[in-house]
């Protein structure tokens, strides 16, 4: 009997230790078991005070000081009637408040997810909520997950798809039971990239675990390197330090460090960081030319590209005035066809393999057989004031050359030939300087001095 509880009890342990090393919360770790984070190590939050500005996109519990003693959180079992009290409260607060002020910006943010929590109440009655609302997700409950293994971004523990209900953002992908829901500290990493418009372009800022207060940046667990259980972890694109739940040592490339040095190293960020990066990973935020603009002499794709991306942009302007040319201008004409010369980092990772290179080069070649054959498109074209060809020229041919001042056209060799003087400019500040001189002799033709005879005194004098 002994024998057999000894066998259970081991067996259970054996169990524990590979669920606990299957956790996503002890990847990359040398740990293989530790026991579940206690609940009073955590701060949970109330379900809808998690709307933040740009400037806190990382604290997940940032309220602003001006209506912090407002008392505008409402718990998860709030009525309907508490619901309304605090939608009118928060009205009255968003009038009295200044225009594009943080303040207002989280009091817009709350009162939207008031109200559809309070829709929410009307619509269920009850019963088990199909959509919620919490901390910018747009949550929706899994009815057919798919067979891969899932785990709660809350805990972190496995989600048993079978008897467990669970939820989803469909706007960041964050996971969670159904218990979890309602405790969630993480803000909606959507919202965070689209408020911020931009990547971090400081090469892993760790400002350490003081500023910190020795505490998680996502859920304010207490923190030290001596708890083996539960290290702090660095996210090396915030350069905030997570603990195991919030920080499941998920790899990904770092934007500054791609920036700056070309590096597509992947690195260890945190849940928060990794879904940020996800959504972004494809919207252009990356202006080269003002960050580090030695990089396209440092990578001779890059500049290729850059080049090609100037050309695409004359010829959008000969395409969309052709109603044919316009069914050629295909999304990734769009984006790089685009003025604000940004990248994104799926370009930039697609320069890093050769692969864009290959399909720009395809999409140029049918736009300029297009332009070049099209009565309308080849009409709009220039031809070479010094040696008179009947070739015709555009602005991105490598073969010409365009002046800045007058946009006239010219083959290179010519141009160099006459000195890198452009005729029409010159024939311009001629006729500019003929204008000027006949305006003058104009002026000097009734000149009224040439009437006034200087030699009588003033008026007063003579009588």
């Not at 800022?205 to 996502?218: I, S, T």
């Not at 997570?242 to 849940?271: G, L």
């Not at 603009?293 to 850059?306: G, M, Q």
């Not at 990772?349 to 720009?360: F, P, R």
Request: net charge neutral.
């Amino acid at each position: 009997m002994f024998l057999c509880y000894g066998g259970n009890r081991l067996l259970s342990h054996t169990m524990a230790a590979a669920l606990a090393h299957d956790s996503p919360k002890y990847r990359g770790s040398l740990i293989c078991c530790n026991p579940r984070t206690s609940v009073t190590d955590r701060s949970p939050s109330s379900s809808t005070s998690g709307c933040v500005s740009a400037d806190e996109s990382y604290d997940s519990n940032y309220i602003p000081k001006s209506i912090a003693n407002k008392k505008l959180k409402i718990h998860s079992s709030a009525t309907k009637e508490d619901i309304e009290k605090a939608i009118n409260q928060c009205k009255e607060l968003i009038l009295n408040s200044s225009q594009c002020s943080d303040e207002r910006k989280w009091l817009v943010r709350y009162l939207v997810e008031l109200r559809l929590r309070l829709e929410d109440l009307k619509d269920n009655e009850g019963q088990t909520r199909v959509k919620v609302s919490i901390k910018g997700h747009h949550f929706e409950q899994q009815v057919n997950p798919n067979n891969r293994k899932q785990y709660c971004d809350h805990c972190s523990g496995v989600i048993w798809s079978i008897v467990q209900s669970s939820y989803i953002c469909t706007d960041c992908g964050y996971l969670c039971h159904y218990k979890c829901i309602d405790h969630i500290c993480r803000v909606c990493a959507h919202v965070v990239m689209t408020e911020k418009g931009e990547f971090d372009m400081n090469i892993c800022p760790e400002r350490g675990l003081a500023a910190q207060d020795y505490k998680c940046a996502e859920c304010e667990t207490t923190l030290t390197f001596k708890d083996s259980w539960n290290e702090p972890r660095l996210c090396d694109y915030t350069g905030l330090y997570f603990c195991t739940t919030c920080h499941w040592n998920d790899q990904f490339a770092i934007p500054a460090r791609v920036v700056h040095n070309w590096d597509w190293e992947k690195r260890y960020v945190s849940r928060l960081a990794y879904q940020m990066l996800s959504i972004a990973w494809s919207r252009p935020y990356i202006n080269i030319e003002n960050i580090n603009s030695k990089l396209f002499s440092f990578i001779a794709e890059l500049e290729w590209v850059h080049k090609m991306r100037k050309d695409l942009e004359w010829m959008r302007r000969y395409l969309c005035a052709c109603t044919e040319g316009t069914t050629l201008l295909s999304p990734l004409f769009v984006q790089l066809g685009d003025v604000n010369k940004k990248y994104s980092m799926s370009h930039l990772q697609a320069i890093n393999d050769g692969s864009l290179e290959t399909e720009l080069t395809e999409l140029t070649e049918v736009c300029r057989t297009h332009i070049t054959n099209c009565p309308l498109c080849s009409g709009k074209g220039y031809l070479c004031e010094v040696c008179s060809n009947n070739e015709v020229l555009y602005p991105f041919d490598s073969g010409a050359i365009m002046c800045e001042k007058c946009n006239s056209m010219y083959h290179r060799g010519c141009w160099l030939r006459k000195g890198q003087t452009c005729l029409k400019c010159t024939r311009i500040d001629e006729r500019n300087k003929s204008t000027e001189k006949e305006n003058e002799n104009l002026h000097s033709d009734y000149d009224i001095d040439k009437f006034v005879d200087t030699s009588i005194g003033p008026l007063s004098e003579t009588i």
